[in-house]
């Protein structure tokens, strides 16, 4: 993200730092006038000060900070979502959704946490609500006949995100800083899995869910160390790079009007992986198909669900749990849901 010089943010905002320059510093708003609104003067904001932002402001090339997590903000009518996957031991990160509503309004949430006009959460709700009524009801009853391994029990154990794909999910390769020789394999094999609808249950569903793989690229994986989302490029990117040690994977996607136009996928070069090659998995490495699946899940418009569940969706990943490379019961019908 390219760094940006400190200042007002409208010419009514400028106006009244011209004529009150003692009373502004680097992270308040400048003050209010009868020509403009008031603007942050700063281009990280603290997600507690966005309700008192008045929808007028620029917000061009801004960030905000959403309990630790620095969001870039997306333009008016669209949202940018990061879900993560988290490492073994550590607790469950929600997802961090910033969005900007059509008359210019910035709200952010992170789990039970809401920042923003009550117009604009408001929004918010709306569109992920209209995401929801749009997905099929539950559809899903031949998964049943499996009840007895893991995760195929509970066909309600899943969580929409409120975002979906309209069309294929388009995406290239950044090989650049992989600890691993056959990464794109296995996040092909997750993405298959996914848009097939393939299951551990005894059973697959047919999903209108489409992939397709464009090659190796350069392109950015525009996902922060910590687990932000930067200004996103419209191109679909999934990659390597330095993740905080709770991360696994973090996911970000940018959606309009609830449809996702880009989603980016980091993995953790630093983790432990495990990518179906050489030896058997073992000790403290991670599946990294299962991972994938798992963050596939989330480009696909899944949140995640109670670890008890079973579920691909479920919040953190254990050392060598293969049982992630397949959806269980809860997962597929969140996707026959959208995509049935």
């Keep these: 993200m390219t760094n940006h010089t400190v200042r007002p943010r409208s010419a009514g905002a400028l106006a009244a730092v011209l004529a009150a320059t003692a009373l502004v510093t680097l992270g308040a708003a400048a003050?209010?006038?009868?020509?403009?609104?008031?603007?942050?003067?700063?281009?990280?904001?603290?997600?507690?000060?966005?309700?008192?932002?008045?929808?007028?402001?620029?917000?061009?090339?801004?960030?905000?900070?959403?309990?630790?997590?620095?969001?870039?903000?997306?333009?008016?009518?669209?949202?940018?979502?990061?879900?993560?996957?988290?490492?073994?031991?550590?607790?469950?990160?929600?997802?961090?959704?910033?969005?900007?509503a059509g008359n210019g309004g910035v709200a952010a949430v992170a789990g039970d946490q809401e920042f923003g006009s009550e117009g604009t959460l408001a929004a918010l709700r709306s569109e992920n609500s209209a995401v929801a009524a749009s997905a099929r009801p539950s559809a899903v009853s031949t998964l049943d006949s499996a009840p007895v391994v893991p995760g195929c029990d509970d066909r309600t154990a899943y969580k929409l995100s409120g975002e979906k794909w309209a069309g294929a999910y388009e995406w290239s390769y950044n090989n650049t800083g992989s600890p691993v020789t056959s990464g794109v394999a296995r996040i092909q094999d997750a993405l298959d899995t996914v848009t097939g609808g393939v299951t551990r249950c005894g059973s697959d569903v047919d999903l209108t869910a489409t992939h397709r793989y464009l090659g190796t690229s350069t392109n950015s994986v525009d996902v922060t160390k910590a687990g932000g989302c930067s200004e996103g490029d419209?191109?679909?990117?999934?990659?390597?790079?330095?993740?905080?040690?709770?991360?696994?994977?973090?996911?970000?996607s940018w959606s309009q009007d609830g449809i996702i136009v880009s989603s980016d996928i980091k993995f953790n070069n630093r983790a432990p992986w495990?990518?179906?090659?050489?030896?058997?998995?073992?000790?403290?490495?991670?599946?990294?198909?299962?991972?994938?699946?798992?963050?596939?899940?989330?480009?696909?418009?899944?949140?995640?669900?109670?670890?008890?569940?079973?579920?691909v969706m479920k919040p953190a990943s254990d050392p060598c749990e293969y049982s992630q490379e397949k959806l269980g019961a809860g997962d597929a019908e969140g996707l026959k849901r959208l995509y049935g």
């Design 31 to 100: 003050p209010a006038s009868a020509s403009g609104p008031a603007c942050p003067t700063d281009t990280i904001i603290d997600g507690s000060r966005l309700a008192s932002i008045s929808p007028e402001c620029s917000f061009a090339g801004d960030q905000v900070n959403v309990g630790g997590v620095v969001m870039s903000i997306p333009n008016p009518g669209a949202s940018v979502r990061a879900s993560s996957a988290v490492a073994a031991g550590y607790q469950d990160v929600p997802d961090v959704v910033v969005y900007r």
């Design 274 to 311: 495990w990518d179906n090659t050489g030896r058997a998995c073992q000790g403290k490495t991670y599946d990294l198909q299962g991972t994938a699946t798992h963050e596939a899940g989330h480009v696909f418009g899944l949140d995640h669900v109670a670890p008890a569940t079973h579920q």
């Design 234 to 252: 419209d191109r679909s990117t999934i990659g390597w790079g330095e993740l905080s040690s709770k991360y696994l994977a973090t996911t970000c």
